[in-house]
C-alpha cells in the first residue's frame, strides 16, 4: 500500500512570512499623493490587507476618482514598493524559524502571493528566504486573486501536489478563504488581530488568534507533523493559540 505523501507548506508574503505592510502603505500613499489624494491613512490601507495590488487600486481608483488608467497606477506603485522593500522588508522571526525547520525536514515549499512576481522575488531575495522557498507564484500569473482559489491551486500544481496535502499559512480572511476553497488546510495569523473574528477564520485548521506575538514555529510545527495532542497545542478545525 501507497503511503500519502507528507504535508506540503504554502505560504503567504506579505503580513504572514514578512511585515511587508509598512512598504506597501507607504507605496500606496506616495502613488495617491501623486494624483491628489493627501488624506489616505493606515487604517485606509487596512482594509486591503490580503487583497491582490491590482484589486485595490481598482477599488482605490473609483473611490478617488483617478483617471489614470489601472495599469498606470499598478507600475506606479510596484515601483514605489520595490525601492523600498529592497531597502528594508523584516522577516517575522517566528516565521524564519518555522521555514528553516521545514527545509530542514525536507517539507516542499512555495509562496504564493497578490503581490506582482517581481515584488516577490524581491522580498524573498533581500531577505535571504529565496534559499529556502525558490519556487513562487503571483495572482498576476492566474486569472482571479484572493479570495479565489487560483494563486494556491496554481502553486500547488507546480509543486506537483494535491490540494489536500498542502496546507496554508495566511494572514488575511481573503486568503483564508481561499484556502478553503482550495480544498487545503489553513494556519490562519492575522495580521490585524482585530480581524480574528472575521467568519473567514473560522474555517482555519489552527488559528492563532493574536497573531504574530502568539505564532511560534514549536507550536506549528508539531500541529503540521500530527504532534500537536502530544505536544498540548490544540488541533483541529478551528483550534485557536
Same mark, same amino acid.
Given at each position: 500500500?501507497?503511503?500519502?505523501?507528507?504535508?506540503q507548506?504554502?505560504?503567504?508574503?506579505?503580513?504572514?512570512?514578512?511585515?511587508?505592510?509598512?512598504?506597501?502603505?507607504?507605496?500606496? @500613499?506616495?502613488?495617491?499623493?501623486?494624483?491628489?489624494?493627501?488624506?489616505?491613512?493606515?487604517?485606509?490601507?487596512?482594509?486591503?490587507?490580503?487583497?491582490?495590488?491590482?484589486?485595490?487600486?481598482?477599488?482605490?481608483?473609483?473611490?478617488?476618482?483617478?483617471? /489614470?488608467?489601472?495599469?498606470?497606477?499598478?507600475a506606479?506603485?510596484?515601483?514605489?514598493?520595490?525601492?523600498?522593500?529592497?531597502?528594508?522588508?523584516?522577516?517575522?522571526?517566528?516565521? @524564519?524559524?518555522?521555514?528553516?525547520?521545514?527545509?530542514?525536514?525536507?517539507?516542499?515549499m %512555495? #509562496?504564493?502571493?497578490?503581490?506582482?512576481?517581481?515584488?516577490?522575488?524581491?522580498?524573498?531575495?533581500?531577505?535571504?528566504?529565496?534559499?529556502?522557498?525558490?519556487?513562487? +507564484?503571483?495572482?498576476?500569473? #492566474?486569472?482571479?486573486?484572493?479570495?479565489?482559489?487560483?494563486?494556491?491551486?496554481?502553486?500547488?500544481?507546480? $509543486?506537483?501536489? #494535491?490540494?489536500?496535502?498542502?496546507? #496554508?499559512?495566511?494572514? /488575511?480572511?481573503?486568503?483564508? %478563504?481561499?484556502?478553503?476553497?482550495?480544498? $487545503?488546510?489553513?494556519?490562519?495569523?492575522?495580521? +490585524?488581530?482585530?480581524?480574528?473574528?472575521?467568519?473567514?477564520?473560522?474555517?482555519?485548521?489552527?488559528?492563532?488568534?493574536?497573531?504574530?506575538?502568539?505564532?511560534?514555529?514549536?507550536?506549528?510545527?508539531?500541529?503540521?507533523?500530527?504532534?500537536?495532542?502530544? %505536544?498540548?497545542?490544540?488541533?483541529?478545525?478551528?483550534?485557536?493559540?
Amino acid at each position: 500500500m501507497t503511503s500519502r505523501p507528507g504535508p506540503q507548506v504554502i505560504f503567504d508574503l506579505d503580513g504572514t512570512l514578512v511585515d511587508s505592510e509598512p512598504n506597501y502603505y507607504e507605496a500606496g @500613499r506616495r502613488l495617491l499623493a501623486r494624483y491628489g489624494v493627501s488624506d489616505f491613512g493606515w487604517e485606509d490601507h487596512t482594509r486591503f490587507i490580503g487583497i491582490g495590488t491590482r484589486e485595490t487600486l481598482e477599488t482605490l481608483r473609483s473611490e478617488y476618482g483617478i483617471d /489614470a488608467p489601472v495599469d498606470e497606477l499598478l507600475a506606479g506603485k510596484n515601483a514605489l514598493y520595490l525601492e523600498l522593500a529592497g531597502a528594508s522588508t523584516e522577516v517575522f522571526g517566528q516565521m @524564519r524559524v518555522f521555514v528553516e525547520r521545514l527545509h530542514a525536514a525536507g517539507v516542499p515549499m %512555495a #509562496v504564493a502571493s497578490g503581490s506582482s512576481r517581481a515584488a516577490i522575488g524581491a522580498v524573498l531575495a533581500v531577505t535571504g528566504l529565496d534559499a529556502y522557498i525558490p519556487l513562487y +507564484v503571483s495572482a498576476e500569473e #492566474v486569472a482571479h486573486g484572493k479570495p479565489e482559489p487560483d494563486v494556491f491551486l496554481e502553486a500547488a500544481r507546480r $509543486m506537483g501536489a #494535491v490540494p489536500a496535502d498542502c496546507v #496554508v499559512l495566511e494572514d /488575511a480572511p481573503p486568503g483564508a %478563504a481561499a484556502a478553503r476553497a482550495a480544498g $487545503m488546510r489553513c494556519i490562519a495569523v492575522p495580521y +490585524v488581530p482585530a480581524t480574528a473574528s472575521d467568519p473567514a477564520f473560522a474555517t482555519a485548521d489552527l488559528l492563532f488568534a493574536q497573531g504574530q506575538s502568539a505564532f511560534t514555529a514549536e507550536a506549528a510545527y508539531g500541529w503540521l507533523l500530527g504532534g500537536a495532542e502530544e %505536544a498540548g497545542r490544540p488541533a483541529g478545525p478551528g483550534a485557536r493559540t
